[in-house]
């Protein structure tokens, strides 16, 4: 194993594009494996239904404030829906090349399933060695343990690692950085 002779891949689920940084980071973890590393990206659909719910209790709460509403009609689904798929897509492609750029392999997709069940069928499908889940800080979620990483050790029989976007490894140690115990 890691004689350079094959592949080393690696599922990377991550929450939205990835920086230079956040790429430069994920890939000095393997810097001292021989073989090929190939990431593999999961990145969500951001999912229309979810922002026009979000945005009719913002609504909601601006009638007590007596701020003209939006009815629903005025809300085009479609142009949304293509709106959220244009936007992950981009995402994804710019996660891609700053892989690229920090001199990873990476292909890419955008999924509808649950980021979870995504993740553990493409662990699955590509035999990764370990996981890799990017996010943004969800402090409620992490300590019910019903965030993506927590469900995902228990989904997943590879190593999973959990990192903060846009955070390095010395912020996320130190807990100066706005992750979990950076609050």
Sequence with gaps: MHDGQGTYDVVLLVEQ???PADAAQVRSLHSEIEDQVVYH??????DAAARIEASMGTLGAGDLMA??????NDVDIEA???ECEDTSNAELEQTLAAISAAGGKATGTVT???PVDALAALVSTVDAREAIILTRPHVVAEFFHVDW???????LGVPVLHLIEHENFDEQASG????????
Excluded: D, F, H, I
């Design 17 to 19: 594009a990835l920086s």
């Design 80 to 82: 949304l829906r293509k």
């Design 67 to 72: 701020a003209p509403a939006l009815a629903m």
């Design 41 to 46: 990206v999961l990145l969500p659909l951001e």
């Design 112 to 114: 509808s399933e649950p």
């Design 176 to 183: 100066q950085g706005e992750g979990v115990s950076g609050l």
């Design 149 to 155: 990483t927590s469900r995902a050790r228990r989904k």
